[in-house]
């Protein structure tokens, strides 16, 4: 079976010929107009013309003002792009590949972080499963109301295992501990942090942290990929009470420096 791959960059010759299908069948008949580019799907053709051949479509050079907006009145802002693949196996050319970018802007984390600690436990934590989209709305719930950056899971009788989405990471005697991989959901960035102590001479032990021996942790952190390493300066518990790290202290920040530079070194430039 043949398998037309549907897109690629729009030829001045393909917007000409998708504005005047468009003059012709209007804005409510895609089909009708991609059946005139053999290149493209109606999604394809819609998106063209909504982004970039409508007339509407403002196309002068940015504004200090809208540059402010977007940046976030003036700061540096990080953003996050999803893109997705879907498949269109409807059209009577053969299955096509459409591809969707979604950005949004992440939002502004302090350098160090408050999180709170609570009974719960995943059913399957290798797999990111819509199962546990539902069954942690309840502690999202108290993450919101208490205004924490993270909610931390332990077990009955307080071994932790990661937050709601991120891994978590203690200190001891300068060694580094965290969750064996089976349980939790291993993210890119613990891969990395693992990866720069290893290289530092860092002792780890993949064991999952108790939260009774709170009193004996140097430094604690979370980790992932929107965050990678946030040290945490509080930690609250309604059943082990509160701890405050001292900024500056232990294992963490340093890592979170590490981490940073070896993200930094590995990453490419985008190309304009």
Known sequence: MRILIKGGVWKNSEDEVLKAAVMKYGLNNWPRVASLLARKSPKQCKSRWYEWLDPSVKKTEWTREEEEKL??????????????????TAEDEGPGLDAHTYVQALPFVEATVAVEARQAQRSNPTVKDVQWVNDRQHLEEIQRELGVNEVIMHDVSGCISEG??????????????????????????RKVVLEVAKANSIPIKLECPNIGDIHRWGSCFICSTSRLVKPIHTLTSSDFGERRFEKGAGLAHRLEELVLQSVQQHAEPLTE
């Open 164 to 189: 709601l989405q991120t891994n978590f990471f203690a200190e001891i005697d300068g060694v580094l501990l965290t969750a064996p991989d089976d349980c939790v959901l291993s993210g890119t960035v």
């Open 71 to 88: 940046r976030g009145e003036g700061h540096d802002c990080e953003y996050q792009v999803t893109v997705l693949l879907t498949s269109d």
